[in-house]
């Protein structure tokens, strides 16, 4: 049994997360530059306090040697009249002479209001009396950290220990079927959500499941862990909390293009066989396109190639952990051979294989006080989750046209980012001649989005690729995902934006927020239309790909049920 003033620390500082109504807003400081006129009329009445009783022991005094006076008149016959008038005048003579002396004395000391303030003016020079004085507000002394010798850093005591657990699939691999992955939620540790991975083993072979020859030109288009699959979709306690689409693989593609720089492209990101496209050789099947080349390497003759990375999920994208006794489950849908690989030819009959695919998960055991605190914060309100959801629209634009207005992308909530591109239509739906990511310019000549009749940017984006006049295009890369005033990039050069990479990205928030995971903005709802033009009419059928995030919170109460505030 616990000691339950141990567990107040815990449940005081949950209860004040779930929040308890509106408390004090403003009260002010309590003192602002003094104590006001209490203090005036305080310090004044401390300062005369004094001086009355001093000044009635000099009254008597004078009163007594005035007495004295008077009776030494009385005996040498001086008239009483002219007598008292004397008296009188010299008791107040010297009372005005004492207390002279005594203000004279307080001047000296220093004490008092308009005293201080003649001190003061008498002791700057005439030069510098003009400039008035003022003395530093709110200043905090600190202390260099190398210099803090005796202080050791927090203890994390929430989290007792973690271990990472390997979960096979309840769906075989035999067949092109999805793979399904069931996570139980039976015991007392919680998932660290962020950490999930999952791990893939396969091979291309031929359809008769004959090995690959040397001299087959084929390889996997970029990113393949993720390009192997179209669809992602996540349960919790069997509701459905991911919307489901069939353009997983366009959202992993493009979350990985823009947010990730050279560094990570070069090194971890290879895991998930991430070599990009050689810019302007993005169909190519020869050595001039030297992604093809090294993902070939991985694959020929048949050989089995592993691969390991995140999961491009929207619950896997924040940070806080899935409570005990909620079931998470995992459904990844194939893709078919002709999206994801390429060959010099269309009729080659190829077969993927997967031979193994494992889900890799976080599990923590957390200090019984925290569960504890949870349980009981949970009685009363529900554990939150935040997220960025993403969604991927797909619009065709046919051959034949040079502009096009697409109405309603999105009717409701506003998304916070939105970012575009356009492939070709054979590619999107399946052609091993063709690069599904090749995200061409097709002579763009104007574009702009349209939110609630607003025109974003104002002034149209009017690019001119045949001239090489595109840069305010290329800088959406850098503005629309927050990293143009930063010492960060994604890997995009200038030449190869308009040879593969064309994209535009745009932050539809109020303070440019839109990578920032501190704060929300206000939810908006509304419409979001596109309008585009072309300087010639387009000589094939194209796909315009809209990628966009929305702010949305998923909820679980205290009996395990979910709750999302979006349609999935």
């Not at 009445?45 to 001086?51: A, D, E, Q």
């Not at 007594?64 to 008296?87: C, F, H, Q, Y």
């Not at 008769?208 to 306690?237: C, G, R």
């Not at 060959?343 to 957390?366: E, G, M, P, V």
Request: glycine fraction near 6%; proline fraction near 4%; hydrophobic fraction near 35%.
């Amino acid at each position: 049994m616990y000691n339950q003033n141990f567990l107040c620390p815990y449940q005081h500082y949950y209860s004040h997360q779930a929040g308890s109504g509106i408390g004090v807003i403003y009260k002010g400081v309590p003192y602002q530059r003094g104590h006001g006129i209490g203090s005036f009329l305080g310090g004044l009445f401390r300062t005369v306090l004094p001086l009355l009783s001093s000044g009635a022991r000099v009254v008597g005094k004078e009163a007594l040697n005035a007495g004295v006076g008077l009776l030494s008149d009385l005996v040498s016959s001086r008239p009483m009249e002219e007598s008292i008038k004397t008296r009188l005048k010299e008791v107040g003579t010297n009372l005005k002479r004492k207390a002279d002396a005594k203000i004279d004395r307080i001047n000296m000391s220093g004490s008092g209001y308009i005293t201080k303030r003649k001190r003061r003016s008498a002791v700057i020079s005439p030069t510098t009396s003009k400039v008035k004085a003022s003395k530093p507000l709110n200043i905090c002394e600190c202390i260099k950290s190398e210099l803090d010798l005796f202080a050791l850093p927090s203890t994390q005591t929430s989290i007792e220990s973690g271990i990472w657990i390997h979960y096979k699939p309840i769906s075989s691999l035999a067949d092109d079927g999805p793979i399904e992955f069931q996570v139980p939620g039976a015991g007392d540790d919680y998932i660290d959500l962020s950490h999930t991975m999952i791990h893939i083993k396969a091979k291309i072979i031929n359809q008769d499941l004959s090995k690959l020859i040397s001299s087959t030109m084929v390889a996997p288009v970029n990113n393949w862990m993720h390009s192997l699959f179209n669809q992602l979709d996540v349960y919790l306690n069997q509701k459905l909390v991911s919307p489901p689409n069939n353009t997983y693989a366009y959202r992993s593609y493009i979350e990985t293009l823009l947010n990730y720089g050279p560094a990570a492209k070069e090194s971890h990101l290879t895991c998930g066989l991430w070599y990009e496209d050689t810019c302007g050789k993005m169909n190519s099947t020869d050595n001039d396109n030297k992604g093809f080349v090294k993902r070939q390497a991985f694959v020929s003759e048949s050989k089995e190639v592993e691969m390991i990375g995140h999961l491009h999920g929207d619950l896997f994208n924040q940070e806080k952990f899935l409570i005990n006794g909620v079931e998470m489950s995992i459904k990844l849908v194939r893709s078919r051979e002709t999206f994801n690989l390429m060959a010099a030819s269309n009729y080659l009959k190829l077969k993927i294989c997967i031979t193994d695919a494992s889900l890799i998960i976080r599990r923590a055991r957390i200090n019984p006080t925290v569960l504890l605190a949870h349980q009981k914060v949970l009685s009363t309100t529900t554990a939150k989750y935040p997220i960025t959801r993403a969604e991927v629209k797909v619009l065709t634009i046919p051959a034949g046209v040079q502009g096009k207005s697409l109405d309603n992308i999105f009717l409701g909530q506003v998304p916070k980012r939105c970012i575009v591109g356009f492939v070709n239509n054979t590619a999107f739906n399946g052609c091993l001649t063709k690069n599904p990511f090749n995200f061409e310019n097709y002579d763009l000549s104007s574009f702009c989005l349209y939110v609630d009749g607003q025109q974003i940017p104002s002034k149209a984006l009017q690019p001119s690729f045949e001239n090489n006049i595109f840069t305010t295009a290329y800088h959406t890369l850098f503005s629309g995902t927050g990293i143009h005033f930063l010492n960060e990039g994604n890997g995009i050069s200038r030449d190869q934006y308009s040879k593969g990479y064309c994209l535009l990205a745009f932050d539809l928030t109020a303070d440019l927020s839109a990578s920032s995971a501190s704060h929300w903005n206000l939810i908006r709802n509304g419409s979001v239309r596109l309008e585009v033009r072309f300087e010639s009419s387009l000589s094939e059928t194209i796909n315009c790909i809209v990628y966009a995030e929305f702010d949305n919170v998923i909820e679980i109460d205290k009996n395990r049920n979910v709750i999302v505030d979006y349609s999935s």
